[in-house]
Every structure is written in C-alpha cells, then in structure tokens.
C-alpha cells in the first residue's frame, strides 16, 4: 500500500488572485509535498497597469497586458510551487470581464457572462482529472465583488458538487481583525509610499465566518517573490524596519498578514482549524491505480 500526496486545487479569476489571496497556503502545502492544482480563469486581460513602462500593452492599446500575464503568472507559481497550473478552457477561452459596469463587460468572451454550462463542465473534468481532497476559491461574493470572482464562485460550487472525491470546499476570506492590527502597525511605520485604507475599505469577514486559519509566516518570502512576480499589477515594499506592505494600481497600503484564512463551505470541519487538510484520512492507493 502506498500513499499519494494529499492534492489541492485552487480556482482564481485572474493572474495574482492566487498569490495575493492565497499565496501563502499555495506555497506552504507544496513545501510539505502536497500536489497544488492551480486553475486560473482568465488572463487578466483588462487590469490596470501599474509600470509607465508597460502602460501600452493595456486593452484600450495594444491588447497585450493578458499575454504579458501569462508570463507573470508563470513565474508566481515556480515562486510558490506550484507543479500543475491550468487555465480554465485552455489558455484565453474567456476573458477578464473588468469591473462592474465598465465596457469589458461587454465582450463577447467575458468570463462573467460566459456560457456557465460550459465553465462547469470544463472545470468538473479538471476535477476528474485531478481528484482533489480540498477545492479552495471565493465566496459568493467573490471576495469583494468582482464580476469574475462572483462567477469563479458559481462554478466552483457548481463543479464540486458534481465531484464526490472533493472532500472539503473552503473560501478565501481575510480575517478583519487581523487586517485592522496589520493597518494599525503599518500607521506607525515611516516612509509608507502609500495611503492608507479607510476603516472597512480592504475587504474583510467577521472572524466568527472563519473557520480555517492557515499560518504562512514562514512562507512570506515566496509569497511575496510571487506577488513581485505580478509586476503589472502590485507593488511591493519594505520599510527600515523590515515591515513589508503591497499595494494594487489603487495605491492603497495593504499588510502583508501571517496566516491566510478560510470558511469552510462543504465537508466536514473536524480537525481543520489550523490546516485545510486536518482531519482527513491518508490518500491511499494501490500499485498503478491511477
Ligand atoms: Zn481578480
């Protein structure tokens, strides 16, 4: 008898969701041998830019920014360890839908109002494929509203429940007791190339919807090697101190936290307060099984 690593998969609308929400865990599972199935949606086509440099690749100009990402993504997951990373329908099937009520929406290819049969039954055969005990992606809300988080959201659900090997599906929330202290640090610190947030501006969950609190702190320097990976789109930065902070093309500070958290939405939560994977069996098979 032999046992297989433990696998976990991942869905994420754009490149960088999977470093800035859930970076940490990616890398801190792949370190101890567990196989990490990243699914990424989009190509993040239509994300702001934040280099001068690279101002032109933008979709109102050349078109590039997504091609360009498939390159930042590429070397977020050798930062983080990620040995089987995959795009929702093959790489450009759907395309970043933008904000909410912006022109993106528009297109033809927008994930978000994409054909969501046909998203489920690409991803229920990733699943197949994969057969992983844990599936990690957004709430309902998508994390804070993005019309193409929301939608990573439908069909992940949807997927799972078609999938009976997937034990436990969580979703990516951050603690707002944990944000506001790592604000309330970054107050203090000086040099800070950026503002500050508004009390409730970064999204956040009651830390009563949390179930899972998975500690990275010593998977921050690939977390962070990952979200530099993702030039276009974070920035990152560190203070005399040592303090680290990132911030997207708003340039609204944001702290680099120590745990990433989860809400358990389906599977039972017995054993899974500090690890996603706690309380499961071994994954056992026999000979070439598979
Ligand atoms: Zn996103």
């Not at 979709?59 to 089987?84: I, N, T």
Request: glycine share 10%.
């Amino acid at each position: 008898m032999l046992t297989a690593p433990p696998r976990l998969l991942l869905v994420h609308a754009h490149p960088d969701d999977e470093s800035l929400w859930t970076g940490g865990t990616i890398a801190r599972y792949a370190a101890a041998g567990v196989q990490v199935t990243l699914v990424t949606c989009t190509l993040g086509e239509v994300g702001e830019i934040i280099p001068e440099s690279l101002a032109q690749l933008a979709a109102d100009h050349a078109d590039q920014l997504g091609g360009y990402r498939v390159g930042e993504l590429r070397a977020a997951c050798a930062a983080l360890g990620v040995s089987d990373h995959r795009y929702l329908g093959g790489m450009g099937r759907w395309r970043d839908s933008g904000m909410v009520d912006t022109p993106a929406n528009a297109h033809p290819r927008a994930f978000a109002s994409g054909d969501l049969a046909a998203q489920v039954q690409e991803l229920v055969a990733i699943l197949r494929d994969v057969r992983p005990q844990v599936v990690v992606t957004y709430g309902p809300d998508g994390g804070y509203g993005h019309p193409d988080h929301v939608r990573a959201h439908e069909i992940t659900a949807a997927a799972v429940a078609e999938v009976p090997d997937v034990e436990r599906l969580y979703y990516t929330v951050v603690s707002r007791q944990a944000v506001d202290a790592g604000v309330a640090a970054l107050a203090g610190v000086d040099g800070l190339p950026w503002r500050l947030p508004a009390p409730g501006e970064l999204p956040a969950v009651d830390d009563a919807e949390i179930t899972t609190s998975v500690a990275i702190g010593d998977h921050l320097p690939a977390k962070l090697r990952a979200l530099r990976a993702h030039a276009t789109q974070v920035s990152v930065w560190q203070a005399q101190d040592g303090t680290y902070s990132y911030a997207l093309s708003n340039g609204v500070a944001q702290p680099v936290l120590e745990q990433e958290c989860y809400t358990l939405a389906g599977g039972s939560g017995e054993a899974a307060e500090t690890d996603v994977f706690g309380g499961l069996a071994p994954v056992e098979h026999v000979g070439a099984d598979r």
